[in-house]
T-cell receptor, first 109, second 117 residues
Framework: QKEVEQDPGPLSVPEGAIVSLNCTYS??????FMWYRQYSRKGPELLMY????GNKEDGRFTAQVDKSSKYISLFIRDSQPSDSATYLC?????????FGSGTKLNVKP | GAVVSQHPSWVICKSGTSVKIECRSL??????MFWYRQFPKQSLMLMAT?????????EQGVEKDKFLINHASLTLSTLTVTSAHPEDSSFYIC?????????????FGPGTRLTVL
């Protein structure tokens, strides 16, 4: 079983929509969860970082961790065409990172 | 701050040749650097973790004699793909972390696209 699973999409939404991106993970001991955004032919950039469970908000972005169901989510409000990218969830454990396969998001004007 | 650069950004080489990719942390000292490869429409796959001044730790299935990693200083790590073959064609990305940063925080380079003919 992979450490983290992510639906690859693609996901296409109209501008202004609320986007929900999700991942599941296998090990209940995982504590550190990240979301990265990757534009085509570029390296990933860190969007959000959460520890343990709960929500974290940064502008239009909200990261949520549900440890009981081993489920992590990223919500994007008022999505913009500039949000079009691939979003990767990641887990950090003992100096090692595990990445989801990434969900490609397209926000149509 | 926390900028990581890679050089070259893309390279095309003939089968059998060796290619060196550099990863530099420009404004911080990176005690740990990570090397990933990414195939089209797939996620990042960790190849190895390198700590300055010590041997790299390779992930299972990664040939250490083929993918030579050197982390000679706190700002530079290199990945050398030896005797490259077409199946080595991929997008190689490095990342770096530093003590004092948020746990699990790493900064990615822009990636190097390798095409082996």
């Amino acid at each position: 079983q992979k450490e983290v699973e992510q639906d690859p999409g693609p996901l296409s939404v109209p501008e202004g929509a609320i986007v929900s991106l999700n991942c599941t993970y296998s090990n209940s001991a995982f504590q550190y969860f990240m979301w990265y955004r990757q534009y085509s032919r570029k390296g990933p950039e860190l969007l959000m970082y959460t520890y343990s469970s709960g929500n974290k908000e940064d502008g239009r972005f909200t990261a949520q961790v549900d440890k009981s169901s081993k489920y992590i989510s990223l919500f994007i409000r008022d999505s913009q065409p500039s949000d079009s990218a691939t979003y990767l969830c990641a887990i950090y454990n003992f100096n090692k990172f595990y990445f989801g396969s990434g969900t490609k998001l397209n926000v149509k004007p | 701050g926390a900028v990581v650069s890679q050089h070259p950004s893309w390279v095309i080489c003939k089968s059998g040749t060796s290619v060196k990719i550099e990863c530099r942390s420009l404004d911080f000292q990176a005690t740990t650097m990570f090397w990933y490869r990414q195939f089209p429409k797939q996620s990042l796959m960790l190849m190895a973790t390198s700590n300055e001044g010590s041997k790299a730790t390779y992930e299972q299935g990664v040939e250490k004699d083929k993918f030579l990693i050197n982390h000679a200083s706190l700002t530079l790590s290199t990945l050398t793909v030896t005797s490259a073959h077409p199946e080595d064609s991929s997008f190689y990305i490095c990342s770096a972390s530093f003590p004092g940063g948020s746990v699990g925080e790493q900064f990615f380079g822009p990636g190097t696209r390798l095409t082996v003919l």
